[in-house]
């Protein structure tokens, strides 16, 4: 089955430490994104990446790193420069048509705790 | 600036009742997208539905459609005959271009939907 696989489902950290969000796709799809969900809110985005060794910066960049050495990955890693991780993280991925209507699928996402 | 909102915070419905959930945009963009996501409380998000901005016909997909009012800037999403599996947040997204000429989604604040037997 074809699908968005995020793992781990649930990530604890202690301040200071660097953790990775590991993303990976079967889809095909050349576009991936970084979300960020905090309570009660929607989403915003951290990071996307158009096509292998390239990704751009999206809103909240901030604290964060990313790398898009195969197609089918696109990890994140939250740095300790991140001042307020604790967050529900979504990856997702889309075909890139250059048009309005590339459909955005996700992931099952990972919740990130700051102990 | 573009701009999702979502003025329903919470709704409530009776199963098997229609309900219809909120959404305004605002955009100065000529050619963008209209999306609708579910979120239950496992945190995934589903993909709904989706409308061009030049697309004529109202955008419909099994038991939900989208009520698309390009005059009004609205998007709402009409769910018929509700099910007790239908409760859970509901979000409203717009597709933007971002610097590169790449669409990126901008996302509203959500409904939350309960369903009642």
């Known amino acids: 089955d074809g699908g968005i696989t995020q793992s781990p489902k649930y990530l604890f950290r202690k301040e200071g430490q660097n953790v990775t969000l590991s993303c990976e796709q079967n889809?095909?799809?050349?576009?991936m994104y970084w979300y960020r969900q905090d309570p009660g809110q929607g989403l915003r985005l951290i990071y996307y990446?158009?096509?292998?060794?390239?990704?751009q910066k999206g809103d909240i960049a901030e604290g964060y790193s990313v790398s898009r050495e195969k197609k089918e990955s696109f990890p994140l890693t939250v740095t300790s420069a991140q001042k307020n991780p604790t967050a529900f993280y979504l990856c997702?991925?889309?075909?890139?048509?250059?048009?309005?209507?590339?459909?955005?699928?996700f992931g099952p996402g990972t919740r990130l705790t700051v102990l | 600036a573009q701009k999702i909102t979502q003025t329903q915070p919470g709704m409530f419905v009776q199963e098997k009742e229609a309900v219809t959930l909120d959404c305004t945009y605002d955009?100065?963009?000529?050619?963008?997208?209209l999306f609708w996501y579910k979120q239950p409380s496992s945190g995934e998000m589903i993909f709904l539905i989706y409308?061009?901005?030049?697309?004529?016909q109202n955008a419909t997909e099994g038991r939900y459609s989208l009520n698309f009012q390009k005059a009004r800037k609205s998007a709402n999403l009409v769910i018929s005959a509700s099910q007790l599996g239908d409760s859970a947040m509901y979000f409203c997204?717009?597709?933007?271009?971002?610097?590169?000429?790449?669409?990126?989604?901008?996302f509203g604040a959500g409904t939350r939907l309960a369903v009642h037997p």
């Open positions: 409308q061009g901005s030049y697309d004529q």
């Open positions: 997702a991925s889309s075909e890139l048509s250059g048009g309005a209507g590339d459909t955005q699928y």
């Open positions: 990446s158009q096509i292998v060794n390239d990704f």
């Open positions: 889809l095909n799809h050349d576009a």
């Open positions: 955009t100065s963009d000529p050619s963008y997208g």
């Open positions: 997204a717009m597709s933007a271009m971002f610097s590169g000429g790449y669409n990126k989604l901008i």
